[in-house]
């Protein structure tokens, strides 16, 4: 009997253990599939002058080679380096057909690598301030009445559609500015970017144990003197995990860009101007007619994760030695 | 009692904190919008247009040279003229002084001999050359325009203007009529045009500029059949009534003889976005199939009777390459690209034409052209020219007449417009679309010159 019961309960403990592993994999499995597909279809796109060049419209011109220099351009006939034969009907066969249509893909999103970095950069400025002094409230005045009711707002907020926050910064700063701008997006993504900052904030002070905030006090400072030398320091790390957090969220946004920041194709550097992003260049290339821009889309999706994932590494790379050395 | 106090106090301060830097966080950018204004324009030298503000003739080889404040203030009225000037125009190079200064003398004349230039056709003798102005434009909307004006942009922003910045944001006819009217852009693009409504209320001085023409197409996915196939008016009506469902038809097989047609269904796709596409197709439909009119009607967005959704010309596409039976109407680019062959149309006078360059254009042969400016855009589906491609249309440029009130930015979008209707069109074949025929494009000149900046013309170029 005993060994009966031993037995199934090493069984069930097999199946479930199994069944867990099972569903690990199956979270696991989507993430591969994105970055896997992302990357086969996206390298279709990846050159050099992808990351150093900015837009360039279609052509069918010959890759410029030492022997053949590019097309000068030549006032009397601008378009040279379009195709002269008209782009006629292809009937069925594209092979043999060199038409602008099915040329290689030409220029890169540097404007809009830089364009993304700006944006969410900018965002961030706005989003930090608030969110962290909103997380130690929520944490250092934790039982206040006002507290609860913030803490209710933030979560609803982190919750809503990232629609709602562009809809909301059209309409408060666009429409009255009558400018699409690169600050405006900022603002937007600031909006999704604050609950981000604020709850993480909150949660790991609340990991700092209360034995340190007490030996603070209890060697005469102030609340506000223990929470930014003592409290804050400790958290650090993990404060700085919840901003790179807010900050891939906020630069793989698409929805709140497109009524804000509407794009460009070109380098802006005005933040007061429409401005590029890579979600946004990766949407608009995927509505285009040529393939070549088709390709450049999944391009574009791949260096904005590389870029998020950059970044979260440098930082956590960054914070891990700052982190060791004021503990 | 302290406790009290001192939570309240706490709490108050951290309010205040809060708020302070929300505050300071709205209030930023409406407030640094302004000042960017400010630097952009105020350079220099000047351009043409303000020397016509100016009464004595003479003003304008001075005006050309306001850099020197060290001139003797001798008529006060003019100093203030020159000081405005300063102010609104931007640099112009040395080299071009003269061409400045010649461009301002025919504006003179212009402005003595026809004080409304816009109806006289001014021809100057002579050449025409964009201004080297500075300025940042930027402009949203349809997306079937996209790839040739980026063409133009590039080449213009490299080449033509170097110190212009233009960009151009394809986000839908729909979107850009909105972005336009709610003047968040300084122009727009649209495949259709502004409901009148809409232009009364919102945009009164709203003009739209034919561009370039393109072609709407039923692009047809059938396995084994790559030949071009044979539409007619009634036959495409049919399909999208849902009256004809499968593609061995009698109907379809009459117009296709030799063509192996299979017992196959027909899944119609539609744009379930708003688009300019849908408004020509539709507009199409109403004026060949009463059927259609009295059933669904023309429009953007209109409730499909039979069929599937798919978001985007590029959506339509995907959707019939992926669909064995499908037929979707897209702009002919679209089709171009996957490689699908181009079908023929039954037009009005009963011949079956191909959606190819030349007879997309000469669906406007013919056309009434209004003299009003306003009252460019107009509808040239199922024209009665004989080689004409029935489902046609232009595609505008949305410009305001009166209410620009930057004189250096209009000007700066004025040339680039104009450069667009002349040395432009040399783009457009090789890129795939249908060039404008002479009467529209001269049309379309001389209602960009009636755009004016406190009652001065932004433009002043030979119609040719």
Redesign the interface.
Known sequence: MRTFNYRRRKLVDQLMRGLSALATGCAVIPLIAIIGYVLTIGSGAMSWSFFTDV?????NAPEPTADAPEVA?D?N???AN???E?????????EDVT????AAPRGGVLHGILGTLTIAGIGLL?AL??GI??GI?LSE?RN?R?ATIVRFCCDVLSGSPSIVAGVTIYVL?????????A??GS?AL?ILMIPIVTRTTEEMLKLVPETMREAARGLGAP?WYSTFTVVLPAALPGIVTGVMLAFARGAGETAPL?LTV?????I?T?I???MAALPLLTY?Y??????GE?TQAWGAAFVLMMLVLLMNILVRVATRKSGGNSR | MSIVTRKLRATMLSLAIASALLLSACSSAPAAVEPTVVPEVAVEATAAPEATAIPEPTAVPEATATTEPTKAPEATATTAAEATATVEATATMAATATLAATQAATATKAAMTAPTATTAPVVASTEWEPRQLTAKLSGSGASFPNPLYQVWISVYTKNVVPSVQLSYSSVGSGQGQKDFIAYLTDFGGTDSAIKSGDVESKAPDAIHLPMVMGGVMPMVNIAGIKTPLKFTPETLAGIYLGAITNWNDPRLAKDNEGVALPDLAITPVYRSDSSGTTSIWTDYLSKVSTDWKSKVGAGSAVSFPAGIGASGNAGVSATVLNTNGAVGYVEVGYALAAGFPLPFVKNASGNFVKPETNNVSAAANGMNISSNPQKLATSITNSATPDAYPIAAFTYILVRQKTYTDLNKAQALADFIYWGLTTGQGATVRLGYAPLPEAMRTASMKALKTVTVNGAPVIDAPIK
Do not use: C, H, W
């Not at chain 1, 837009?55 to 052509?59: D, F, I, L, V």
């Not at chain 1, 700063?173 to 701008?181: I, N, P, R």
């Not at chain 1, 509407?262 to 070109?266: A, E, M, Y």
């Open positions: 837009y360039q419209p279609p052509s351009y006032p006939d601008p378009f379009l195709t002269v008209p782009v006629g009907d292809p009937t069925g066969s594209t038409n602008v249509y099915n706005f301030p608030i002094f909103a409230y005045f206040e006002f700063v666009v429409l009255q500015t009558q400018q699409f701008s600050v405006a603002m600031a609340t497109i509407l794009g460009s194709n070109i802006s005005d007061f101007k429409p608009r995927t509505e285009s007619p040529y393939p088709n």
